[in-house]
């Protein structure tokens, strides 16, 4: 896997597509984990942790967005996002004892946040080094 060193970006420019970043995922991360609650009602006991999880996963995605796609492209952030979302997902679960996040739903939780990162990895290496440099 070939490791493309980024090209320089301004600090203006960074900040504003990472908080376009941020923002979408706290909207498509939210409206998902609701659509999970519909599908499995036990899943958190309250809106606290749904809106901790969200907080926690949109910070991790955007610190990764902005330092390992620029460098790796769209499908290796893509799969290490599995893995390090699948965690994040079940392990805040943990800090309630009446959420049922079990490992199976927060790996499928986990797809579906996938293919909103797709897109979102496509988004932040158009606006930071257009199109020149595309997902790999």
């Known amino acids: 896997m070939p490791v493309h060193p980024p090209a320089p970006v301004s600090w203006s420019r960074l900040v504003r ?4 970043n941020a923002a979408a ?3 498509f991360y939210s409206l998902l984990l609701s659509a999970a609650s519909v599908l499995w009602p036990d899943l958190y006991p309250s809106w606290v942790p749904a809106a901790c999880t969200v907080i926690i996963l949109t910070a991790a995605g955007v610190i990764g967005d902005a330092t390992l796609v620029a460098r ?6 893509l799969v290490l996002g599995f893995f390090g979302m699948t965690a994040i997902l079940w392990g805040v ?3 309630w004892p009446a959420a ?3 490992l ?3 790996c499928i939780i986990t797809l579906a946040l996938g293919a ?6 496509r988004y932040v290496l158009e606006a930071l080094y257009g199109s ?4 790999s």
């Open 17 to 20: 597509v990472s908080l376009r």
């Open 25 to 27: 995922k706290m909207v």
């Open 72 to 77: 790796f492209g769209n499908v290796p952030p």
């Open 93 to 95: 679960a943990r800090l």
């Open 100 to 102: 049922h996040v079990t």
């Open 104 to 106: 199976g739903r927060a």
């Open 116 to 121: 909103v990162e797709f897109f979102l990895h």
């Open 132 to 135: 020149h440099r595309k997902s």
